[in-house]
């Protein structure tokens, strides 16, 4: 007689797995563009990604959220944030990795490309220390429209030394950037910003005022906008003055969220804060959007890396549960969603890919293409992952709803990235604002282009993208609609030219041919599942 208090018919532990090389969509996406595939960077990126000791400390970051400190005990202000020694961990591998800024100065080839790839396979690990990394490389861009600023702090951004002491930027082998954008009353209408900007002389102002929604308020310099003499404006407000004096940061509290627990998201009030003015007074928006726009990358492939991440889980799990008579993953069924999930993560791969890569060229027409493409990625892919994770939940059943499994974690932070710069309705609205520019629409039609012909239903599908481009009179009304049909398009045109014809023709016959039935595990009956789920772990 079978021990009833026996353990059997569990998974055992994903651990051990290189998630680079055992990416194969990943490698797919990245082949057009560079030779990455033998990179020892990423080797050892997804080797540590893929670790027992990685998944370690992915936990306990979680478990054990930021703890405010505003007073010391003599009662003067210090307005810190402590972490577990895990958040320092993961954090330190990041930097290590140079995935915050190193692309910015680096001499390598397709740098934006590979730090891309190395982003997504490390916020596999645990998602929410990649804020102050995404932000911290988004504020580059941004910070050259100022060469002296820049000077003063690109280098130590793109320092691969994590160093947290609390000094000037001039003592520090490495800083992390953060961003103050939100107000209580604007949100995403940071034109309604009550935040004032005083000069005091020399491009130094005194900012006065609050920001609702201050992410990583540990780190050592912040890209603020706020109102000034004439208009609103950019300014980069460092946490130490240069002198070695604290500048005013009053931080009111840390926000309770949904998910990313184990990063810092805070209240702050400015009391006569210093800031440098960062470019032109009134240019506000204008500076800081090209750290909006990389930070919008990092969503897309963010939420690409919590797709991959949940679809391994699932495979994994299935492939060592028995049920009903044989393992859940020769189930038709379960077979059938393995495979949706699996071609939907690799459409969101392939896409993040592709935006990186134009990242790297100085080509004016893949600077239309990131115009148009990053909203629609960011629409499209993020708000496809929530729906995505919980289906890969359900695949582990009960054993996915408790936390050690880690797929809560994944499910709390996969409404995140929509959320974060610019939700659903900011960025199709930013869709139909680059349509308006003609480059914008003749660079995604110039990706259509190179797949015209090769599938019927893709033609159907451009073709009323087009009939749809003309009713402007309904235009922000069907913005939405829009948005997501020119994004499937795009992630069907990258799957057809550089995946399987097994996993292109499935995500088309579904996603655009209507042979779906808008749930995960609802493809045609014809589809070669087994396959596809072979190429995905």
């Given at each position: 007689m079978a021990d009833p208090f026996a353990v059997t018919n569990q998974a055992p532990p994903l651990r051990g797995v290189n998630f680079f090389t055992q990416d194969a969509a990943l490698g797919d996406a990245l082949r057009p563009y560079a030779e990455l595939v033998d990179d020892p960077g990423l080797h050892r990126i997804g080797e540590l990604a893929g670790s027992e000791e990685a998944r370690a400390h992915a936990l306990p970051a979680n478990q054990n959220p930021p703890v405010l400190r505003t007073h010391d005990r003599y009662g003067n202000r210090i307005d810190e944030?402590?972490?577990?020694?895990?958040?320092?961990?993961?954090?330190?591998?990041?930097?290590?990795?140079?995935?915050?800024?190193?692309?910015?100065?680096?001499?390598?080839?397709?740098?934006?490309?590979?730090?891309?790839?190395?982003?997504?396979?490390?916020?596999?690990?645990?998602?929410?220390?990649?804020?102050?990394?995404?932000?911290?490389y988004a504020a580059v861009p941004a910070l050259r429209a100022d060469e002296r600023l820049a000077k003063e702090w690109v280098p130590q951004l793109a320092s691969t030394e994590y160093d947290v002491r609390r000094l000037p930027v001039a003592a520090k082998s490495g800083v992390l950037a953060g961003m103050g954008m939100t107000e209580k009353q604007g949100g995403s209408d940071v034109r309604a910003n009550l935040t004032t900007a005083t000069p005091v002389g020399d491009g130094e102002y005194q900012l006065n005022g609050h920001k609702w929604f201050c992410s990583a308020p540990q780190v050592d310099v912040f890209l603020v906008l706020a109102q000034a003499p004439d208009g609103l404006s950019c300014f980069v407000v460092p946490r130490v003055l240069a002198d070695g004096n604290r500048n005013p940061f009053a931080l009111q509290r840390l926000k309770d969220k949904l998910g990313n627990r184990s990063n810092a998201s805070s209240e702050v009030e400015f009391h006569g804060t210093i800031g440098y003015r960062l470019g032109d007074e009134g240019a506000g928006v204008r500076t800081i959007i090209e750290m909006v726009a990389?930070?919008?990358?990092?969503?897309?492939?963010?939420?690409?890396?919590?797709?991959?991440?949940?679809?391994?889980?699932?495979?994994?799990?299935?492939?060592?549960?028995?049920?009903?008579?044989?393992?859940?993953?020769?189930?038709?069924?379960?077979?059938?969603?393995?495979?949706?999930?699996?071609?939907?993560?690799?459409?969101?791969?392939?896409?993040?890919?592709?935006?990186?890569?134009?990242?790297?060229?100085?080509?004016?027409?893949?600077?239309?293409?990131?115009?148009?493409?990053?909203?629609?990625?960011?629409?499209?892919?993020?708000?496809?992952?929530?729906?995505?994770?919980?289906?890969?939940?359900?695949?582990?059943?009960?054993?996915?709803?408790?936390?050690?499994?880690?797929?809560?974690?994944?499910?709390?932070?996969?409404?995140?990235?929509?959320?974060?710069?610019?939700?659903?309705?900011?960025?199709?609205?930013?869709?139909?604002?680059?349509?308006?520019?003609?480059?914008?629409?003749?660079?995604?039609?110039?990706?259509?282009?190179?797949?015209?012909?090769?599938?019927?239903?893709?033609?159907?599908?451009?073709?009323?993208?087009?009939?749809?481009?003309?009713?402007?009179?309904?235009?922000?009304?069907?913005?939405?609609?829009?948005?997501?049909?020119?994004?499937?398009?795009?992630?069907?045109?990258?799957?057809?030219r550089h995946s399987t014809p097994a996993v292109a023709d499935a995500f088309v016959a579904s996603r655009l041919a209507n042979d779906w039935g808008g749930v995960f595990g609802t493809l045609p009956r014809t589809t070669p599942f087994g396959q596809i789920i072979q190429r995905s772990l």
């Open positions: 944030v402590e972490f577990h020694p895990s958040w320092h961990w993961l954090m330190e591998q990041a930097v290590g990795f140079g995935l915050q800024a190193a692309p910015w100065t680096s001499d390598r080839p397709s740098p934006h490309l590979a730090r891309a790839a190395g982003f997504y396979l490390w916020s596999q690990v645990e998602p929410g220390h990649g804020c102050p990394i995404s932000m911290t990389a930070t919008r990358l990092d969503c897309v492939l963010g939420s690409a890396a919590l797709q991959r991440r949940a679809l391994v889980e699932a495979i994994w799990h299935t492939r060592h549960r028995n049920a009903f008579g044989g393992l859940l993953a020769d189930k038709p069924a379960m077979q059938n969603v393995l495979a949706d999930l699996a071609i939907e993560s690799e459409a969101a791969t392939a896409l993040a890919m592709r935006l990186a890569a134009a990242v790297d060229s100085t080509d004016s027409q893949q600077a239309a293409f990131r115009r148009i493409a990053l909203p629609l990625a960011k629409f499209w892919v993020c708000k496809r992952t929530p729906f995505m994770v919980a289906e890969a939940l359900e695949c582990l059943g009960g054993n996915g709803y408790v936390e050690e499994s880690g797929l809560p974690l994944l499910y709390r932070e996969s409404p995140l990235n929509s959320i974060w710069e610019g939700s659903g309705n900011v960025n199709a609205l930013d869709v139909l604002r680059a349509l308006r520019r003609p480059e914008s629409l003749d660079a995604w039609l110039t990706e259509m282009a190179a797949v015209q012909g090769a599938d019927a239903r893709l033609d159907a599908a451009v073709n009323d993208v087009l009939q749809s481009l003309a009713d402007v009179e309904n235009a922000e009304a069907g913005a939405r609609r829009l948005a997501a049909l020119m994004a499937l398009c795009l992630q069907a045109s990258l799957l057809v």
